[in-house]
């Protein structure tokens, strides 16, 4: 006891003295009877999302947490990021395009907590994909880390679970127009002894999308003429279900992470429309199945103590549906005239059958060299295939085709400077080998021009920086040599509405990145921070949607050359966790570089703009949050947020007279939510206006999207 009592006479005279970490000093009042007085401390560090941000890539992180609450898909939600545009053909489940400074489409690469999206179905995307299951979106651009295995060319998006260790249950429904129902179920249960832990996934979305059309053309009465008029939308309906059950054990001696899992997902799709608004089809359906078997493996000092470990293995069994067994021509009322071909294909009647199975295996190792230096060596495997048979057609011959993907890489990261710099070098190989059994339409899809097994390697390279040099104030740079190579939609088409390209071409481009980025602290809670990027993309080969609008088809071509550059920039203001103010906006102009064409012709294209794509936009939101409204350890917040997309031409600009070009409008959207949660976020209630202004918008190919909707969901969080 004596010992003790002479120790803290010996600490209290001590910190009478010194103060603790150079600011918050503990004050010791006469003798050891005096009350002891801790000043108020404010103890700060970086989000997750902050340090993606603070890292050598040019990288948005978006925390997903607050969008669980309400009824917004993560499309919805990632759309207002800088440098971030979102596309979508329609309503709730309708097909979308992502852009990330100026590249869109499958330039783009989608990852579920490191392993491609697509593991999980045809069916699965971002704007279905459970929202109470994610944490955060991390968007990288134009660069990625050669960890992901991955041949993006644009970008990737890694969207990134929760993996919090307590147990849960999470339980949403929520409703709105266009008779739109969205339930959710998910929960854990980790037993503390045993380590085991299950995650059970259920999700079904339903809409008919019965929006308004607006300006569209039918018969009139005596059906002698056309008249203009608005319509709702009459067979759009969707319905996606998702189940996925996952089961493993944590904090084992073998394994810090060692789960298996099984999916099941169901999508089935009412078509409306062609890729274009006025090819409208009545009665042609698109339907998805997909069961998944996956199990993923980690463990760090695997072997030695510098060596981490983690691998996956999945494999999908994918089916799609595509019904165009009718013979007719709708208009937007729902009436019909008989006619001699297809709704989808303008073809013969089809019920086609594709079965695409997909194998996953991936395997990383990290290898710590030193203090801040550690090398990582990544592989990633990806077959595709796509047996393809038509129970309608029976001159149809079954195909099957297989699209083989290998992709190593070889990256060293070095920290510098007491972690002032950071620095990434890397290297990747990509193979490509493709097994071509379809002969289908030779003169539209290439089937004679390519050989039927073909084995291709490439090539790539890069580097990323970042330096800070005071704490308001860091500049990042990179570079990546990168190789694309084609998907299987691209490729092989998907069964109704793009034709295959049997002899597409991988991209290669050469991707600069230059950024500047900060935060400020003023005190008192008010935080201020911000971020500027400049890009350039010189892209060779080129992979872009082409659309026949007298067949309402689609397909993927090569364009020699397309060089993007471009800049976006946004800025965060934040007051004590209430106030939220930000800004960003993006340009990019993306031209044909092509000046000469095959048969050495000046191209009429040269320098055109790319069609078809938004080059500047901007967004802007405000929230403010109050505590203690009505009910104990309750939060109100309200939100409104704004988009603007400058127009942009439908096709190239040369083509036509400056009167008679199409031009997809300048859209102006507006939307407003408030959200109310009690007993600490336990029970949450949210209320949602999509275009507030009921603004008329169109989007990919001019295709009209929704006017002014409400959306109302209930969430119950244990």
């Known amino acids: 006891m004596r010992i003790n009592r002479i120790g803290f006479v010996l600490l209290c005279a001590l910190l009478r003295f010194v103060p603790l970490f150079g600011q918050d000093t503990l004050a010791v009042k006469g003798q050891l009877n005096d009350t002891l007085v801790l000043n108020n401390a404010t103890v700060t560090a970086r989000s997750q999302e902050q340090q993606l941000r603070e890292g050598a890539y040019a990288v948005s992180a978006v925390n997903i947490r607050l969008q669980a609450a309400t009824l917004q898909s993560l499309t919805q939600a990632i759309d207002r990021s800088s440098g971030i545009r979102i596309r979508e053909e329609g309503g709730v489940g309708s097909d979308f395009d992502l852009s990330i400074n100026g590249l869109s489409g499958n330039a783009i690469r989608y990852f579920l907590d490191g392993m491609p999206l697509d593991a999980k179905g045809t069916g699965i995307t971002l704007s279905n994909l459970p929202v109470n299951l994610i944490e955060r979106v991390e968007i990288y651009k134009g660069v990625i880390p050669a960890s992901f295995g991955s041949d993006a060319l644009g970008g990737a998006v890694n969207i990134i679970t929760n993996r919090q260790r307590r147990n849960y249950l999470d339980f949403s429904y929520g409703l709105g127009s266009f008779h739109t129902h969205k339930a959710d179920f998910s929960a854990q249960y980790s037993g503390k002894k045993t380590g085991l832990v299950f995650r059970p996934v259920l999700s079904a979305s339903y809409s008919k999308n019965d929006y308004l059309m607006r300006d569209v053309k039918v018969r009139n009465a005596d059906r002698t003429a056309f008249i203009v008029t608005d319509l709702p939308r009459f067979h759009d309906a969707y319905l996606s279900l998702f189940g996925q059950l996952e089961a493993g054990v944590t904090d084992r001696s073998w394994a810090d992470e060692f789960f298996v899992s099984a999916s099941v997902s169901k999508v089935d799709k009412e078509i409306q429309t062609g890729a274009t608004q006025g090819h409208v089809i009545g009665m042609a359906e698109r339907n998805t199945k997909s069961l998944n078997v996956s199990a993923r493996y980690a463990k760090k000092r695997f072997l030695t103590d510098d060596l981490d470990f983690n691998a996956m293995v999945s494999q999908t069994w994918d089916h799609v549906q595509t019904i165009d067994t009718t013979y007719r021509l709708y208009y937007w009322d729902g009436s019909y005239i008989d006619g001699s071909y297809s709704e989808i294909r303008r073809r013969g009647k089809t019920l086609r059958n594709y ?364």
């Open 355 to 718: 079965h695409r199975p997909m194998t996953l295996v991936r395997g990383n190792f990290d290898y710590r060299l030193a203090e801040g230096h550690s090398l990582t060596f990544n592989y990633m495997l990806n077959r595709t295939g796509n047996r393809q048979d038509d129970a309608w057609d029976t001159d149809y011959v079954p195909t099957d085709d297989a699209l083989t993907k290998h992709v190593a890489s070889l990256s060293y990261n070095q920290l510098l400077f007491a972690g002032r710099m950071d620095n990434a070098f890397f290297i990747k190989d990509y193979v490509n080998h493709l097994e071509v059994g379809q002969s289908e339409i030779p003169s539209t899809t290439g089937a004679g021009k390519v050989e039927p097994v073909s084995t291709k390697n490439y090539l790539g390279y890069g580097v990323g920086s970042r330096y800070e040099v005071f704490a308001p104030l860091a500049v990042k740079a990179s570079y990546e040599h990168s190789v694309r190579l084609p998907v299987s939609r691209e490729v092989l088409g998907n069964g109704s509405t793009v034709y295959p390209n049997l002899a597409l071409t991988p991209e290669i481009s050469d991707n600069f990145n230059l950024g500047l980025f900060g935060t400020w602290d003023l005190g008192d809670g008010h935080v201020i921070s911000y971020e500027a990027n400049g890009f350039v993309r010189l892209v060779d080969n080129y992979i872009q949607a082409t659309v026949s609008e007298t067949e309402g088809m689609m397909q993927y071509i090569n364009v020699a050359a397309v060089h993007v550059k471009g800049m976006d920039g946004e800025i965060r203001y934040d007051w004590a966790g209430r106030l939220h103010l930000a800004a960003n906006a993006s340009y990019d102009d993306s031209r044909d570089s092509r000046k000469y064409t095959q048969s050495g012709d000046l191209s009429v294209t040269y320098n055109n703009r790319t069609p078809n794509r938004p080059w500047s936009y901007a967004n802007a939101e405000v929230s403010y949050t109050f505590h203690n409204v009505g009910l104990r350890d309750s939060r109100l917040r309200l939100m409104a947020d704004y988009q603007w997309v400058h127009w942009f031409y439908l096709t190239w600009e040369a083509f036509g007279s400056a009167s008679s070009k199409s031009r997809v409008p300048t859209q102006h959207i507006t939307n407003a939510s408030l959200l109310y949660s009690w007993q600490s976020g336990r029970y949450n209630v949210s209320l949602e206006c999509t275009n507030l202004f009921d603004a008329l918008a169109f989007d990919n190919y001019m295709l009209q999207k929704p006017g002014r909707a409400f959306f109302l969901k209930f969430r119950l969080f244990l």
